[in-house]
Structures are given as C-alpha cells and as structure tokens.
C-alpha cells in the first residue's frame, strides 16, 4: 500500500511569489492535515480536511490556505512568499479525524 | 493553553536503554503519540497511547503514561545506532479533530 506522497520534494520560489504543494493520502484515508517545520518554531498545525471540507485551522495567517479534492487529495497554498516561509511542509493522512496519523516526506520550501 | 515539552537531546551508548521524556498541559488529551524523524525525511509513526492506557509495549519500544503528572515516556530497550534519530512526542485532545500538538522533538544520539 502505497504511503503519503508530497510533490514536489524541493522548491525554491522567489519573496513575493505564490506557491502550491500537493498532497496524496493512503488509499482509503479521507483526511488530511498540514504542518509547517522550521528550526525555531518546530511542528506547527496549518489545517485540517476531512471530506473536502476544513475542520480545523492554525494560528497562520490568511496567505496560508487549503483545500481537499473529492478524491481525498489536498492542496496547501502560500501566496506572496516571505523569507519566513521557508520550512518543511508535511501532510498527513489518516482514516478519519480521530484515527493515527501517517506522515509524507514533505516538501522543503526555499524561500530567496 | 495547549503546550509539549521534551528535552532536547540525549546520549546513550548501543545496548542500553534510552528513555525519552515528555509532559503535556492539556488534560483533555485523548490519544499521545511517539513519531521519528531522521534526516532529510517526514515523521514516522513510532506507537501510540490512549489517555485511559498506563502502559504499551510494542517490540523494543515501551510507552508510560502519568495521567496525574501529564507525563508520557518512550523507552526504547537495547538501542542501536540505526535508532539515531529526533524523536516528537504529540498529543491530541478532545475535539481538536485531526490536530495534533507536537513537542519540540529529543535528538537521540546512540553511540558504538
């Protein structure tokens, strides 16, 4: 069974660009999260979807946002990228809200 | 607030034991988890608790859970180099959905 599967891997966009990362959950899985991993704040929660809709939102602000396809797959968006956005983004899979989550390799975001 | 801390790092020689330790803030917490992350690479689920649950052993890995103190540990028996790796404690709470609150993550280093 295939895992969670991010693209692209790595990505280097320019400040003030906009950007798009992907998100493929386990078969079967229909919800997904999103965290940001930077050195100095650690794993943050962007948001939560479950059955296309988002159940849960972190403390981001409104340049972060997301969305779930019909197939369960998801997609984060950033627009006009600042240095600080730099980090690794990972998306996790699970069968629901309540049940474990699975983790993807995420997608180290460069910001220059 | 919600809130995880975790040492930062530990040292331990190949053959011994490492314990890895934990405390949360948020006494609704459902389910507590233990993730790995090696370099370059996403989160691994390593073994989980349930809130109601004082102990879990899975193979070399042991989970104690101090419901009172909001202590969780993560003892790993006869660690090997291959175990080398930064190690999250996260929890859930109740009504918090898919969202999980990580810690700041304990560098483990097993040395030959």
């Known amino acids: 069974k295939a895992g969670v599967t991010q693209t692209p891997r790595y990505l280097i966009k320019t400040r003030g660009q906009q950007v798009t990362l992907s998100c493929s959950p386990i078969?079967?899985?229909?919800?997904v999260s999103w965290y940001q991993q930077t050195p100095g704040q650690g794993l943050q929660f962007l948001f939560e979807?479950?059955?296309?809709?988002?159940?849960n939102k972190g403390n981001f602000p409104g340049r972060f946002s997301g969305r779930q396809f019909s197939n369960s797959r998801s997609e984060m968006n950033v627009s006009t990228l600042e240095l600080g956005d730099s980090a690794l983004y990972l998306c996790?899979?699970?069968?629901?809200?309540?049940?474990?989550?699975?983790f993807g390799q995420g997608t180290r975001l460069t910001v220059v | 607030g919600e809130d995880v801390e975790q040492s930062l790092f530990l040292s331990v020689r190949e053959g011994d034991s490492s314990v890895i330790n934990c405390t949360y803030t948020?006494?609704?917490?459902?389910?507590l988890y233990w993730y790995k992350q090696e370099p370059g690479a996403g989160l691994q689920l390593l073994t989980y608790?349930?809130?109601?649950?004082d102990m879990k052993q899975d193979q070399r890995l042991t989970v104690l859970l101090n419901k009172k103190d909001k202590h969780l540990s993560l003892r790993i028996a006869d660690t090997q180099t291959g175990d080398s790796a930064i190690y999250f404690c996260?929890?859930?709470?109740?009504?918090?959905?898919?969202?999980?609150?990580f810690g700041q993550g304990t560098e483990l280093s097993v040395k030959p």
């Open positions: 996790a899979s699970s069968l629901g809200p309540s049940a474990e989550a699975f």
């Open positions: 078969s079967g899985h229909r919800s």
């Open positions: 979807y479950f059955s296309e809709t988002q159940r």
């Open positions: 948020d006494s609704s917490s459902t389910y």
């Open positions: 608790i349930f809130s109601n649950m």
């Open positions: 996260a929890e859930r709470g109740d009504n918090q959905g898919g969202k999980l609150i």
